[in-house]
């Protein structure tokens, strides 16, 4: 058996044609959707991701503004603008670009964007909102690897999903949105991490196997039952004399031994990635419609 091939950027490029439909009418209806980005420090990882967001909304339609300050720009300067944005009438999501140079103000910084224009999920508003299953702005990676299994035709109803990470980006908002009551939820969900002893006793339990360790190689092949679902969340960059970047990215799964395995994987680059620029971009239009509904 080789698994199935669960295509993220085809199922990124479905979306964004649908999402392009949604800003084209609200355009006709006098609403033009705005991203606002802030991009603290010049990261080459963050400026490429900020690079990729800006080109996605170009895709859809979305106006994209961004303000770029240095790395050693202080509070008052980041939240400054963080204010403006939240008063821009033009401007719907906010998206802060993720690690600020002085992590310190992280915190600081996520409860200063306004709840309705927080694109990310992040606050705690949305977050709260989330766990008592209310309309909230769902965290973009979690919402993405949703949106994969449904439209995948992966059925989490009744199935037993085994996530193996924490964090509060991935892990933790992905377990409550997988046993909410709706299409997407319904599972069991077991949640692992650092300290769960025989990490494998859970594994070969999932159904549904989510790597979102940051580790390669976390997921083997002797780690998952015969016919599992694996989404693969990591991206690792490993050393690689062979490519021109002198690096390659790999995933938390060993996917070629994983693939023999699992009945339908997701490929690292091309699996979740995409999805979670798709979902930002989801939830910025979403943002826009209750702007135009005045249901902010």
């Known amino acids: 058996m080789s698994a199935r091939i669960l295509d993220g950027k085809s199922i990124s490029q479905d979306m964004r044609e649908e999402l392009k439909e949604q800003t084209d009418q609200l355009s006709r209806q006098g609403v033009v959707p705005g991203l606002g980005v802030l991009l603290v420090g010049d990261d080459p990882a963050s400026r490429s991701y900020v690079t990729a967001k800006e080109k996605a909304c170009e895709q859809v339609g979305i106006h994209s503004d961004e303000k770029r300050l240095p790395a050693d720009a202080g509070r008052e300067q980041i939240l400054g603008i963080v204010e403006e944005y939240n008063n821009d009438d033009r401007i719907h999501g906010i998206l802060v670009q993720l690690p600020l140079p002085d992590s310190s103000m992280e915190a600081e910084v996520i409860i200063a964007v306004d709840p309705s224009k927080d694109v990310d999920g992040f606050h705690p508003v949305n977050i709260g909102r989330m766990l008592m299953g209310e309309d909230a702005f769902l965290s973009c990676t979690p919402h993405g690897i949703l949106h994969i299994l449904k439209r995948s035709g992966i059925a989490t109803k009744g199935a037993h999903a085994v996530i193996v990470g924490r964090s509060n980006i991935v892990g933790r908002p992905l377990a409550n949105m997988l046993t909410q009551k709706n299409d997407m939820g319904n599972a069991t969900v077991t949640l692992c991490h650092t300290a769960t002893g025989d990490l494998s006793y859970f594994t070969k339990q999932g159904d549904i196997v989510i790597?979102?360790?940051?580790?390669?190689?976390?997921?083997?092949?002797?780690?998952?039952?015969?016919?599992?679902?694996?989404?693969?969340?990591?991206?690792?960059?490993?050393?690689?004399?062979?490519?021109?970047?002198?690096?390659?990215?790999?995933?938390?799964?060993?996917?070629?031994?994983?693939?023999?395995k699992a009945s339908a994987i997701t490929p690292v680059p091309g699996g979740v990635g995409p999805m979670t620029i798709t979902m930002l971009l989801y939830n910025t239009i979403l943002s826009a419609r209750k702007f135009m509904d005045g249901n902010r």
Request: net charge negative; charged share 30%; glycine share 10%.
């Open 211 to 260: 790597a979102a360790a940051g580790r390669p190689n976390t997921i083997t092949a002797d780690m998952v039952k015969d016919g599992a679902a694996v989404i693969d969340v990591g991206v690792n960059r490993v050393e690689d004399a062979d490519s021109a970047k002198g690096y390659r990215l790999m995933g938390d799964v060993d996917f070629e031994s994983v693939r023999e």
